[in-house]
């Protein structure tokens, strides 16, 4: 990116929202390597007890999300985006004070229920972005994402060891105060009333649909599908990942010690995310389009689930970094880029918020099987798991090429 470009992009509307999900997900990147090992050991709770918080959460978006996404189309994305990142400081100020880990599961209910942040950021980029740059557009969520989780996790490791495990709660809290700032006073509303209107009028001459009736679309269904069976492969590994490295990578160290390695580790594929997005994403779109660059993410995901899988050692976890992020960096914005190409402009909020239930449904069932299996098969069998299921989410990503999907000749 050139110095010109770079100050076209500040003074842009893309530039608070990349903000707010940086600085929200930031806050996220400073608890999760300290979530699972504090439920662990100052609340006694089981690998499957633990999992079942990241299902909680994402039953509760399951439902939310498609209906936020539409509140949006209505109301406008701003209003809805401010409402969720409440719920998620919320959730933190209860994360910090939980005694039990019932208190941890009524914060991630509410978190599930009001956490229309990444949706809503989607849907208004949709908005401010051209269609012929749509795949980079996305691509800044990606990118916020790998920057958060560059200094979040170093940073939450760092609290954590020094300071004992609740006090990153507090500070992703004081960060999530930050993005309600940066919405109230920095984002202006990409929805405007007179733009809901045209868009109301413009639907007036397409047939009505419910939301659920837009399964019905064959291309919509397909991605959909992919996103699901993504999301499913990814957290069947993601939510058990701090448990497996404590029992496979670093056996008898310390929690302070593996909450600490497992920061650098998420701190470097998140250096490798930025990357991906800056020089990479935009070429590569150029050169080979969405559909190409969904499945290659995901056939080089589901090689590194299989190293993994096959050994777990320090130095192939490392060797593993740059797969797991470019695939991740190039797959998912390009699976959001084809939904918003083949949803009609009225309905794109509300697309989207389907996309996040299929990522939700895949977010649920992922960490159930995840916990089921560390507990009672193995502690290395959600890897394999992870490997199998990602590459029959390959498989299912080739029918993309024969997918009714029309897209910008260029991009």
Known sequence: MSLHQFGKFLRSPQFPIFMIVFVDVLGLGIVIPVLPLFAQN???????QITILTSIFFTAQFFAAPWLGR???????????????IGTLTAL????????????YISRIIDGVTGGNITVAQAYLADVTPEAQRTRGM??????????????????????????????FFAAAVFSVATILLSTFMLPESLTPEKRKHDRAAALHTPKRSQWALLRV??????????FGTQFSFFSFQTIFVLWAEKLLFPGESQAYVTQAIAIVMTLIGIFGVITQVWLVGPLVKRFGEVHLTNAGNAMRTLAFALLALLPTLPIALATIPLMAIGGGIALPSLVALLTFVAPPSERGGVIGLNQSANAL?????????????????????????TILMGLTVLVGIKLYRAPITRPETN
């Not at 100052?42 to 499957?48: D, E, H, I």
């Not at 609290?159 to 990153?168: D, H, I, K, Y």
């Not at 649920?364 to 299996?373: E, K, R, S, T, Y």
């Open 93 to 104: 100020l209860m994360n910090a004070l939980a005694p039990t880990m019932f208190f941890l």
């Open 42 to 48: 100052q609340l006694g709770a089981s690998a499957m």
């Open 218 to 227: 064959p291309a919509i269904a397909l991605i959909l599908l992919v996103a």
């Open 71 to 85: 509140l949006s189309d209505r109301v406008g994305r701003r209003p809805v985006l401010i409402v969720s990142q």
């Open 139 to 168: 691509g800044l969520i990606s990118a916020a994402f790998s920057l958060g989780f560059i200094f979040g996790p170093a940073f939450g490791g760092l609290l954590a060891a020094q300071f004992g495990p609740r006090v990153p």
């Open 362 to 386: 895949g977010s649920i069932l992922g960490p159930l099987l995840a916990g089921f299996l560390f507990d009672t098969v193995d502690p290395n069998a959600p890897m394999v798991a992870a």
